[in-house]
């Protein structure tokens, strides 16, 4: 009977508001609060000054990093002014792989002395030596070659100027010059490890930064012959040229492939008749198709000639692709046609196109044809008979695509995209941290050789994003708040829902397209893309929009309307956005508070600060660096260390708060010394926080009895003040009416899984959050912890049996009727980077499983409780979904994909609903109830009665398919912003230095690589 109902509800919530509000201390704090509001001030936060204050504080710091380039481009090209090349220097230099090894006889090896290495913490306490650098070269580099050793030797001036820039700006990490012969320097010094292969295959000619520095952005179509002629290791070897020369394209650069025997065909149906910007999904599409190509027919490669030709004249009409350079890549193993005609036609007299020629395979009968064609194109002529050779032929290209830039000595400053740092040093244990990087082309500045443009290599060096992002500190941002970064293409640089690795079996791995995800699927509520738009365009502005934000592992979802302000970063690339959320989020509260009066309470055994935040400078000097931030706050404050750096204005908010909420140490000392374990067992720990990221804790019982140990701790992420958001509790409070709590049941486990304690008796732990003020700045949030065994649910009748089970999976029928009756409403939500499982194909001819997604989803009914029934929340799908195929494990991959999810949202308007069910065989009474003051609900049903003939309401997120739009979706082009330079032909620029027969000296470990790769 509802009323009945009603009195159990009511008997529920009063008893649990009273054991809450005693224990947490909410009143005294709101009496705190209450008692010194008249002194208070509440400023309004001015989104777009605070975004154009942090844009101007990332520029200075940006620009620091390009002096310290450009002073390196200028000592590496003296050098080499000065340095005359000897084919027969000998020099010992220190080999990153040999350095400290020994030969049997306890002697150093060749090119291996003794190099002294030390942990440093500024390198995520990386071995490392700040005095030198060392060199790293690719297996397939001779590493005592004389055009090595002579680079070697004269990039040694480099040393001085590393430690140099690294003594006047402490914040700098590393530093590198890659040369354009294939030798990488790096500072600091490290050793550098092989793959489980014993080969190194990191060749700095192939990064990102150094491709885009050399070059710039390039329209290309690259033409293979398919014909008969090409089959077997001809065709392997033109397969791997096209992968290499995809390999040397990034987002500023444009591409398509055609393949040609009888006839001419796209090898991606969909492209046909343009050029695709050359991003990660593109690259890797080809690579896919390239590697089915067949070789059969005969060849004519006028036809693919013409075609290449009018895609590129109408792109460079039509003002599309990146309108710089344009390129034709032939790869073919010879041709004898008449296609003079067709370069008279498309090409000539402006020869506005490129042509790289790739002769494959040992025949030299065709070679003076194919060289012919790249001479009379300003391009380049290769032949290429070995899978050994690749690589170094296709990286002349680039050579020939910088020779503008370098005789006009144009210094073009790049940045590139973000990527994680551990690809440099995949062998050593790298914390997973995004960088971008700035480079700088560095050319020969020798007479002699002026007409032929030589590129001596690139310089670069790595910025950490939480750099930059430690210039909008959290603070100033409010609750919900955040600031982003995005890039020219519209790639997100840094963004707190940016999810870069995926979790393979219990390994971390970067997602594959970790660093081409677009602002569009992070934030995308922006469906008309206008924020995206004046980003890309460098605009500076304002936006208001209605957001759902995902939050606690996508189990819960929070309804905000943000303000979005951005301005672009002057000198580079990038754009800056910070999100202020409406209401609280757009206020500061001033507390005037005395530094005496504050530092005695700073000093309470119970006060912690929030560690990853920035209240003073403690990672430049080595002194500061044991100091945690609440040790470093003191210090200042008691003038202990006057070289300290502090943010006053959020020390002095800590202050404030550490006086207002002092009170709270006494009342839970107090609480915890009078507690009867025997009337309120179950209390553990009350804890609140404050906006300056100040937190404060008390244990009631033993820390040896807590039931979540990780609560709390920096182990724990979720429950504490991060660079990226305030803690899951204090964003839920937010928005919560005032003077209610919210309840949610915590996992102990990573995993998900409620836990058991050893007598078998199921445990629940209960964060309870309370926001104890209606200021318009909810500036703190007051909690307790507490658990509930099975006795104090079943004092009113409730087993704890499906605790923690998503209402819908236990009973669909009770669900379905509550969402007819408006009680929760249903709410879609899409997750942009989801990794879905491509199911093995058994051999039995099963029918195959759906593909299984595993991504930021699941959802919540607001803390209900039941008869029968449930207190809390979902668990994760993939959970369920595994144990399909877990006897294929090892097949199982992993691909980036959309998914949607559903989540489940209460209305709090509607307060009981009460309601029959009909079952087929039987009538399901349920009667659900409100509890005040709570974000729960005491649902009330027949648990007789089986309504299995209503399905379940699951929470699996489903794959989003696009099969009917899917071309359309792959031709699309995004708005981007074209990179400032250009730099296509020049005058004076020797034409007919465009190769010749390629006679490449290499080590031997290279000449049975191709061995070996056949073999298999």
């Not at 590393?174 to 793959?195: A, E």
Request: net charge negative.
């Amino acid at each position: 009977c509802p009323t009945q109902v009603k009195s159990w509800a009511d008997a529920f919530g009063e008893e649990l508001y009273s054991i809450v509000t005693k224990y947490s201390g909410s009143l005294l704090l709101q009496k705190k609060y209450k008692d010194v509001e008249p002194t208070l001030k509440i400023k309004e936060v001015d989104g777009l000054e605070l975004v154009k204050k942090f844009s101007e504080q990332m520029e200075s710091m940006l620009r620091r990093k390009v002096e310290a380039v450009e002073r390196l481009v200028e000592a590496a090209e003296d050098a080499d002014l000065n340095h005359e090349y000897n084919s027969s220097l000998e020099f010992d230099y220190y080999n990153s792989l040999l350095i400290n090894e020994k030969d049997e006889n306890d002697n150093y090896v060749e090119l291996g002395d003794e190099f002294i290495l030390e942990p440093n913490e500024h390198f995520n306490n990386l071995l490392v030596n700040t005095t030198y650098s060392d060199i790293q070269l690719p297996t397939n580099v001779y590493n005592k070659d004389p055009d090595i050793l002579n680079g070697v030797y004269m990039s040694e001036a480099l040393n001085p100027i590393f430690v140099d820039n690294f003594e006047r700006d402490p914040t700098l990490t590393w530093q590198y010059f890659g040369s354009s012969t294939g030798f990488f320097r790096l500072y600091p010094g490290i050793k550098w490890l092989p793959d489980e292969n014993g080969v190194i295959s990191f060749d700095c000619r192939n990064r990102g930064w150094y491709i885009q520095a050399a070059t710039s952005p390039k329209d290309i179509v690259i033409i293979v012959d398919v014909s008969g002629s090409m089959k077997g290791l001809r065709m392997t070897i033109a397969k791997h040229t096209i992968i290499t020369i995809l390999d040397t394209l990034g987002e500023n650069d444009f591409v398509n492939i055609i393949a040609y025997n009888d006839y001419v065909h796209f090898i991606e149906p969909c492209f046909k008749g343009i050029l695709v910007q050359a991003d990660r999904d593109n690259r890797e599409h080809f690579k896919q198709l390239v590697d089915e190509l067949q070789a059969k027919g005969v060849g004519t490669v006028n036809k693919a000639l013409t075609e290449s030709f009018k895609i590129l004249r109408e792109f460079r009409d039509a003002g599309q692709g990146g309108l710089c350079n344009q390129a034709i890549m032939l790869i073919t193993d010879g041709a004898v046609e008449d296609y003079e005609a067709v370069f008279e036609k498309y090409n000539w007299p402006d020869r506005k196109v490129r042509v790289f020629t790739y002769l494959i395979g040992r025949e030299v009968t065709f070679a003076p044809n194919v060289k012919w064609i790249a001479c009379n194109n300003k391009g380049y002529y290769t032949q290429i008979s070995t899978l050994a050779d690749v690589q170094e032929n296709v990286m002349e290209y680039l050579h020939v695509l910088s020779r503008p830039m370098v005789i006009n000595h144009d210094h073009d400053i790049i940045w590139t995209e973000a990527y994680m740092d551990s690809a440099l040093f995949a062998s050593q244990a790298q914390s997973l941290l995004l960088m971008t990087t700035v480079a700088m082309p560095v050319f020969s500045k020798k007479n002699e050789t002026r007409s032929h443009g030589i590129l001596l290599g690139v310089v670069g060096s790595d910025v950490p994003l939480r750099e930059l992002l430690k210039l909008a500190p959290r603070y100033k941002l409010g609750v919900h708040g955040y600031a982003f970064l995005n890039t020219n293409n519209g790639y997100i640089l840094s963004h707190p829902d940016l999810r870069p690795l995926y979790k393979e079996g219990k390994k971390l791995k970067p997602k594959p397209n970790y660093n081409s995800v677009d602002l569009s699927e992070v934030e995308w509520e922006d469906q008309d893309e206008i924020l995206r738009t004046a980003m890309i365009n460098g605009e500076t502005g304002y936006l208001s929009m209605d957001v759902k934000v995902p939050v606690d592992k996508g189990k819960r979802v929070l309804f905000l309307t943000n303000d979005y302000f951005f301005t672009d970063i002057s000198g580079t690339p990038f754009s800056l956005g910070v999100v202020l959320s409406r209401g609280h989020g757009e206020y500061i509260l001033l507390g005037n508070t005395s530094v005496e009066e504050g530092l005695h309470d700073l000093l309470q055994p119970d006060l912690s600060l929030a560690n990853e935040w920035i209240y003073c400078i403690t990672d430049i000097d080595p002194d500061h660096r044991k100091l945690s931030q609440l040790e470093a706050v003191i210090r200042f404050l008691t003038g202990e260390e006057p070289d300290l750096e502090c943010d006053e204005e959020l020390v002095q908010e800590v202050l404030f708060d550490a006086v207002v909420t002092a009170p709270m140490e006494a009342y839970w000392t107090t609480l915890a010394l009078n507690m009867s374990m025997e009337t309120e067992a179950g209390v553990e720990m009350a804890f609140l926080g404050t906006r300056a990221g100040l937190m404060r804790s008390a244990l009631y019982v033993g820390s040896e009895k807590l039931s979540n140990r990780k609560f709390l701790t920096r182990k724990d992420k979720e429950s504490i003040f991060t660079m990226d958001h305030f803690p899951l509790w204090y964003r839920r409070a937010a928005e919560h009416p005032p003077g209610s709590f919210i309840y949610s049941i915590v996992s102990e486990d990573d995993s998900g899984n409620l836990s058991l304690n050893t007598r078998g008796e199921k445990r629940k732990v209960f964060t309870y959050s309370f926001q104890c003020h209606a200021y318009p700045n909810p500036f703190i949030a007051t909690l307790a912890q507490w658990e509930l065994l099975r006795s104090s649910l079943m004092a009113f009748g409730i087993p704890c049996v499906k605790a923690g089970k998503f209402l819908g999976a236990v009973d669909g029928s009770v669900m379905t009727q509550l969402l007819n009756m408006g009680m929760f409403k249903k709410v879609t939500m899409y997750d942009y980077q989801a990794m879905c499982k491509i199911p093995y194909h058994h051999h039995s001819g099963a029918r195959p499983l759906l593909s299984v997604c595993i991504s930021l989803h699941t959802a919540f009914p607001a803390g209900t409780v039941g008869g029968g029934f449930l207190l809390g929340y979902p668990q994760h799908c993939a959970k369920a979904v595994f144990h399909h195929s877990h006897k294929h494990k090892k097949h199982d991959t992993l691909q980036p994909c959309d998914t949607e999810y559903p989540v489940f949202v209460y209305e709090p308007a509607i307060k009981e609903t009460n309601g029959l069910i009909e079952c087929g065989d039987c009538q399901k009474m349920f009667v659900a109830q409100q509890i005040a003051s709570s974000n729960l609900l005491l649902l009330v049903t027949d648990a007789a009665c089986d309504c299995n003939i209503f399905p379940p309401v699951l929470l699996d997120a489903k794959e989003v398919k696009y099969i009917l739009l899917l071309c359309d979706r792959m031709r699309s082009q995004k708005l981007r912003r074209r990179p400032d330079t250009c730099h296509a032909f020049h005058p004076e620029e020797n034409a007919q230095d465009c190769g010749g027969a390629a006679e490449l000296s290499v080590s031997l470990t290279l000449l049975l690589l191709p061995l070996a790769l056949l073999l298999r």
